[in-house]
């Protein structure tokens, strides 16, 4: 590429990047939780088939998101250069460029629930700049076109005024990042709120075998797994918090966060685990949640024979659609407020969160929740159920080996292998392990308080020398036995067992 060339592409380049930084800014000093990148971002996860989503999670795990975050950038970044060559043929040529890439971000961030007009600012802002910025970048260049004798002049006022607009886009970015405080004012009403009797009480000794390696009874909250569709999870104070529940039901009911956490709290270990989890997998954990029953809040409302699911909706527009009779049984499926005894972290759904013992996240577990809609299954279906998930969604009976990983080598001779294994809403009879396809000898389990917790599981074998095949699987409290037949997670769970290779020597 010519020098010439060059800096046609670098114009653009550097007038898109101050467009972003501005857009950005601008964003955060609103503190709207959706730029224009963030709002694309989100739109293509919604429309992006099951199986791909799929796909994704399995391949990068907790990477999906920044990797499409940083393809849509890398793909603006080929648009920018672009724009900056065709300002060589004409002012208004790139303005088509910019024009289109804005007409896009405006309409990812207006079909985000809530949106409005102030929401499109950023979008305004970002095309504005570009379109000013650009023409800034552009001007030298045009005229050392016209005048070869001041090229060498103009393509020094060119880079003086690139350097400047590279370092006031940073400026400008860097700025917006500590003014928009939204988020660590957010942040920091959670760290000070008090819920009675949840946030000063001391925490049931935990169950545990003691064996090293084995996940711990307790899932801290920043190790617990988080699949979302957001790009950046919703910021919202307890006092701006309300929750609304409609539909089939005689009576509505609209709670403020102080209305919630001033009635009678449950609390209750359960693990949540994803439906994306692979046999073996880490998408997978266990905690103490306090908070709501939901079938304490729908019993007053006179729900209607016709209703068979109540439709979820989160502050940034997902949703799902949950079979009514988990709601309302004796289990306890709940507005949760508290995660191990503190307020939700902000990934993890504060200030208030649906957990349903028993269920897939997918179908039941909404972060950030606002809406609960009373409805039927033939009138409401969830997200990933319109990418081909099943509707209901009940959790399969799993276990997994924690320790020794695979491929280890260990000394031959006695070998502890251990690990977890959960069945929600129906418990862990037993657990066995199988070396090389012979008897399958029997772990000893932890102690548990509920079926709705995983259970540590230990035995210690006989492992000659040489490489072996260890596999383990699980029997439910209503004798189910764990199925050895492989199957993928979609669209209701992975069924197998999980099976590792090590060395004894």
């Known amino acids: 590429m010519t020098t010439r060339r060059m800096h046609w592409v670098l114009a653009g380049v550097l007038a898109g990047l101050a467009g972003l930084a501005t857009s950005y800014a601008t964003a955060m000093v609103l ?3 959706e730029s224009p990148v963030v709002a694309v971002a989100e739109e293509l996860i919604k429309v992006t088939p099951g199986a791909v989503a799929e796909r994704a999670i399995a391949v990068l795990g907790h990477y999906d998101k920044p990797a499409l975050v940083l393809g849509i950038l890398l793909f603006l970044l080929v648009c920018f250069a672009g724009a900056g060559l065709l ?9 088509l460029v910019w024009c289109a890439l804005a007409g896009l971000g405006l309409a990812a961030v207006l079909v985000q629930r809530g949106a409005g007009v102030v929401d499109a600012l950023p979008v305004v802002v970002g095309l504005l700049t570009w379109i000013t910025v650009h023409s800034a970048l552009t001007d030298a260049l045009h005229r050392g076109q016209r005048r070869p004798d001041l090229e060498s002049h103009e393509r020094r006022v060119f880079l003086m005024v690139a350097g400047a607009i590279t370092a006031a886009s940073v400026g400008i970015a860097v700025a917006g990042r500590f003014v928009g405080a939204g988020r660590r ?3 920091q009403s959670r760290r000070l709120l008090r819920i009675p009797g949840v946030t000063r009480r001391q925490a ?7 064996v090293k390696g084995i996940a711990p009874w307790q899932t801290p909250n920043e190790d617990f797994y988080r699949i979302d569709t957001t790009i950046a999870p919703p910021t919202i104070e307890p006092e701006e918090w309300s929750l609304r529940i409609h539909g089939l039901v005689e009576r509505e009911l609209t709670l403020s966060f102080t209305d919630l956490v001033a009635r009678r709290m449950t609390e209750s270990w359960i693990t949540l685990n994803c439906v994306s989890n692979k046999v073996g997998g880490g998408l997978v954990g266990n ?3 306090s908070g709501v029953r939901i079938a304490d809040l729908l019993a007053g409302l006179g729900v209607s024979d016709e209703a ?3 439709l979820q909706t989160s502050h940034d527009g997902w949703f799902c659609a949950t079979p009514l009779t988990t709601l309302t049984d004796d289990r306890d499926a709940m507005l949760a407020v508290a995660m191990n005894g503190r307020p939700l972290p902000i990934e993890h759904g504060f ?3 649906t957990i349903v013992p028993g269920l897939y996240g997918y179908v039941s577990a909404t972060k950030w929740v606002v809406d609960l809609e009373v409805s039927t299954f033939e009138r409401s279906v969830g997200f990933w159920t319109t990418k081909g998930w099943s509707a209901e969604g009940p959790v399969k009976i799993a276990s997994r080996i924690d320790v020794p990983r695979s491929g280890d080598e260990v000394p031959a001779g006695e070998v502890t292998v251990g ?3 959960w069945h929600q809403q129906t418990g862990i009879e037993a657990v066995e392990v199988q070396v090389d396809g012979g008897e399958w000898a029997t772990a000893a389990l932890g102690r548990v308080p509920s079926v709705d917790t995983w259970v540590q599981w230990a035995v210690t074998l006989d492992v000659p020398e040489g490489d072996h095949e260890v596999r383990v699987r699980a029997i439910g409290k209503d004798g189910d036995t764990q199925t050895s037949v492989e199957r993928a997670p979609d669209p209701d769970g992975s069924t197998g067992l999980h099976t590792i290779e090590i060395s004894a020597v």
Do not use: K, M, Q, Y
């Open 31 to 33: 503190t709207i939780r």
């Open 351 to 353: 200030p208030v969160r």
């Open 308 to 310: 068979d699911c109540v």
């Open 287 to 289: 905690a103490r949640w």
């Open 419 to 421: 690990g977890v294994a």
């Open 204 to 210: 049931p000794p935990a169950t545990s075998l003691g």
């Open 185 to 187: 004012h957010v942040e």
């Open 87 to 95: 300002a060589r043929g004409g002012w208004w040529r790139p303005v």
